[in-house]
């Protein structure tokens, strides 16, 4: 496994809208800026997520130019508080089909990082927040 792109600092979805920016791995921005192999497994990951089950869920757009690329959902059902008893969290991962491979490798040779919208598909109270402790793209190619 490669890790392409990464957000290691915890991130807190709060509010109707949150935007996340994952910069590009320098150890591997020669493999995609050279356009010779778009690996034929890409996943994003989302490790150690917190919340209640009030929270809201979430959609997980990825940006380009147009259009944005729906990746999946973000519920936390079932999900508890850091705590104790519960120190790692939850956690998530969403394979990427062809064409949005395609899509993220285009993005990342030419912004040199991934931007990723979260909207609330119901109204977020405000006191009610998510938080992921890392957040990352890799390659499940071997090599």
Same mark, same amino acid.
């Given at each position: ?7 290691? !600092? ?36 989302? !490790? ?11 959609? #997980? ?18 999900? !508890? ?19 949005? !491979?395609? #899509? ?40």
């Amino acid at each position: 496994m490669k890790i392409l792109a990464e957000n290691t !600092r915890p991130f807190c979805l709060s509010g109707q809208e949150c935007r996340l920016e994952l910069p590009l791995n320098e150890e591997h921005e020669g493999e995609i800026m050279s356009g010779d192999k778009t690996p034929t497994s890409w996943s994003l990951h989302l !490790r150690g997520i917190f919340g209640t089950s009030n929270c809201p869920c979430y959609d #997980i757009f990825l940006l380009d130019q147009e259009p944005i690329i729906l990746l999946g959902i973000l519920s936390c059902f079932g999900c !508890r508080s850091k705590s104790a008893s519960n120190p790692d969290g939850g956690n998530l991962a969403f394979r990427l089909n062809t064409e949005t !491979r395609h #899509i993220a490798t285009h993005t990342l040779e030419t912004t040199k990082s991934l931007h990723l919208l979260f909207i609330a598909q119901e109204v977020a109270p405000p006191d009610l927040a998510i938080s992921v402790e890392f957040i990352y793209l890799c390659s499940n190619d071997s090599a």
